[in-house]
């Protein structure tokens, strides 16, 4: 059974999201968004403030930058599977019922963002990561040999990482023998 600590801030990961309110759904009878995942540090309870980041993405046309904006939220409902909980700890998947306008979280739109403590500073927003990698000698799973080889990355060649549970496209923009440099 994996040690899990309970004294650091809540960090989690989200894996789903979605809007649990049926269309014609009169405003009076509406419910927040919804989002499914795992808790990786800290404990969730229920009307806990927290932070979605990066929150909301904007793209500025003017500067080709994109901005975020974390999205702060009261938990108003927790539970994994059938079960209403008061509180949830670290491992296994957890429903969390969230004050926030349920477009924000209707069809996956919060996938690969977490939920942390109220003002956790430990986890900022960055366009930039830098990763180490290893480049294997062949495609594996390839029947064709010869054709199969891959070469080395090069600056400015586009990626797609897998960070969490989030998908992202990147261009690569500087590059070492062992690690990158992306944004």
């Given at each position: ?61 003017s500067s080709k ?119």
């Amino acid at each position: 059974v994996p040690v899990r600590d309970l004294s650091t801030p809540l960090t989690m990961f989200i894996l789903r999201s979605f809007d649990i309110n049926k269309p014609g759904t009169t405003i009076d009878d509406l419910k927040g968004g919804v989002v499914g995942g795992i808790i990786n540090t800290g404990i969730l309870r229920l009307n806990d403030i927290v932070e979605i980041k990066p929150g909301i993405i904007k793209f500025d046309e003017s500067s080709k930058k994109f901005t975020t904006i974390p999205v702060k939220t009261k938990v108003i409902s927790l539970q994994s599977e059938k079960n209403n909980l008061e509180q949830a700890y670290p491992g296994g998947l957890i429903g969390v019922g969230l004050s926030i306008d349920p477009s924000i979280s209707i069809a996956d739109k919060l996938v690969g963002q977490m939920i942390t403590s109220l003002n956790n500073s430990k986890y900022s927003i960055s366009n930039k990561i830098e990763c180490e990698y290893n480049i294997t000698k062949q495609l594996i799973g390839s029947e064709d040999n010869d054709n199969s080889k891959i070469s080395s990355i090069k600056n400015n060649e586009k990626l797609q990482l897998s960070i969490n549970s989030s998908t992202i496209k990147a261009i690569i923009k500087d590059i070492n023998k062992n690690s990158f440099i992306a944004e």
